[in-house]
């Protein structure tokens, strides 16, 4: 029973069992609640009309109660003294209590039909015994009688019940028989999907399914195939990560294995090693801040849980911050204005927020020409504080916008590590934004300058 498909028959088959059980008992309950009573008045009719005949013609009334019999009625007639007549097929069971038959001979009625007990496997239409009967009494030739009545279900609906019974047991087979057709089709792509996932499973991403289905199931393979392309676009980030990051390690590497071995040469003059171990020392300066960014986007990772979130004023907040760089902002002799309203209240993790403006305004210091401007502005809109920082550096081509949150990524190839940049800065910025469920656009013109703009929640 582990296949897919022998379970959705399974419980198909079980289904039908347990409908069909239910729509039996609904049925029957039905009978007994409504239509007993019914049935009952008018068998009581025709056993009247019965009797009125054989009253009146006392010489035809066994052969005309013969005749009722075959017309589909199963009759009894006794006067409770040892005559009993039988007309039509046999009772199945013959349990009627004397003290009924003796209530008939008195001149009341039973109504043996309306009295059936509510049996929930058992339809009292259906069940063949003189006490599922009505009686009234008859008198024939001054002798008294009991005249006992219910309808012959074999005579009245013998071929319609065998006609009845074909009809649902076909229409079973041929409905479980176009389920296993129609369940393949069902499963078929399902067992595609499983494929799939081993196929991902083993690294092999570049998957094709059905796209031409409609239903729930042709939108599982579509997102399955937008999945498996964001699998392999992970796995390719995964892999230019880790070729980055042995890039990133290994050109200093190189570069201080180099000037090392340079150093140890003793014809070497004392300004020469000085350069060198400047070079050495950049280097090295290098490989440190690569690591704690590293360390810093992987304990980002980790730590969404764990932000310690407060309320506090933005703009001594960003302040703060550009007192930090007033050193490099004097000597570029850039200007920096800052439009901050002083009641502006934000609620996030101040230190992770620092780690934001200041990777942004290093940005904006660091490719701003000498005598420009830097722009910070913040104002809050529609539930949202937007901070805006623009600034009049040279500007980014559009063609590499949509690639500068990717980590190791430059926008300025010629620079590399001379600006003492990594790559990591702006992908940090970014996680922290998110981390604090806001966004981070960019805007930019070559020649006319960068804008960045982070909208935070007001939480």
């Given amino acids: 029973m582990k296949s897919l498909y022998y379970r959705v028959l399974f419980i198909t088959i079980a289904t039908v069992a347990v409908s069909s059980l239910l729509g039996f008992l609904a049925s029957n309950l039905y009978y007994h609640t409504k239509l007993k009573a019914f049935n009952d008045e008018k068998l009581i009719r025709i056993a009247g009309e019965t009797r009125n005949f054989a009253s009146e013609h006392p010489d035809l009334a066994d052969s005309y109660l013969q005749s009722a019999a075959e017309l589909g009625y199963e009759i009894y007639l006794t006067d409770g003294s040892g005559i009993d007549r039988f007309y039509g097929n046999e009772f199945r069971e013959h349990d009627l209590l004397p003290e009924n038959v003796r209530l008939v001979l008195g001149g009341d009625v039973y109504h043996g039909v309306a009295s059936f007990p509510n049996k929930p496997f058992v339809t009292g239409f259906f069940e063949n015994s003189l006490s599922n009967t009505v009686g009234i009494p008859l008198q024939l030739d001054g002798k008294s009688y009991a005249l006992f009545l219910r309808p012959d279900t074999m005579l009245q609906f013998g071929e319609l019940r065998i006609f009845f019974a074909l009809v649902g047991g076909l229409t079973v087979v041929f409905s479980l028989l176009f389920f296993l057709i129609s369940t393949r089709y069902l499963v078929k792509p399902i067992t595609k999907l499983s494929e799939a996932t081993k196929k991902i499973a083993q690294g092999h991403y570049n998957l094709t399914l059905p796209k031409n289905r409609r239903d729930e199931i042709g939108q599982l393979g579509v997102h399955f195939t937008m999945m498996g392309k964001e699998l392999e676009r992970v796995e390719q980030a995964r892999r230019q990560f880790v070729a980055d990051v042995s890039h990133e390690i290994q050109s200093p590497l190189t570069s201080i294995h180099g000037f090392a071995q340079t150093l140890s040469n003793p014809e070497l003059s004392a300004e020469e090693r000085i350069r060198y171990a400047a070079v050495i020392a950049e280097e090295s300066g290098h490989l440190s801040r690569l690591g704690r960014q590293l360390l810093t986007l992987s304990s980002l990772e980790q730590s969404v849980d764990g932000m310690n979130i407060a309320s506090f004023r933005l703009k001594p907040h960003i302040r703060q911050v550009v007192q930090v760089l007033e050193w490099q902002l004097a000597e570029k002799k850039l200007a920096l204005g800052l439009s901050v309203p002083d009641d502006l209240v934000i609620k996030a993790d101040e230190d992770l927020l620092s780690q934001v403006w200041m990777n942004l305004l290093a940005n904006a210091v660091k490719y701003t020409p000498d005598e420009g401007t830097i722009r910070v502005s913040a104002k809050l809109t529609?539930?949202?504080?937007?901070?805006?920082?623009?600034?009049?550096?040279?500007?980014?081509?559009?063609?590499?916008?949509?690639?500068?949150?990717?980590?190791?990524?430059?926008?300025?190839?010629?620079?590399?590590?001379?600006?003492?940049?990594?790559?990591?800065?702006?992908?940090?910025?970014?996680?922290?934004?998110?981390?604090?469920?806001?966004?981070?656009?960019?805007?930019?013109?070559?020649g006319q300058g960068t804008t960045v703009t982070v909208k935070l929640p007001q939480l």
């Fill in 382 to 446: 529609g539930g949202q504080i937007e901070v805006a920082i623009s600034d009049t550096g040279q500007g980014i081509p559009d063609v590499e916008l949509p690639f500068l949150f990717d980590r190791f990524y430059r926008a300025d190839h010629s620079r590399e590590r001379s600006t003492g940049g990594s790559g990591l800065g702006l992908s940090i910025v970014q996680k922290i934004v998110h981390m604090h469920g806001g966004q981070i656009e960019l805007a930019s013109k070559q």
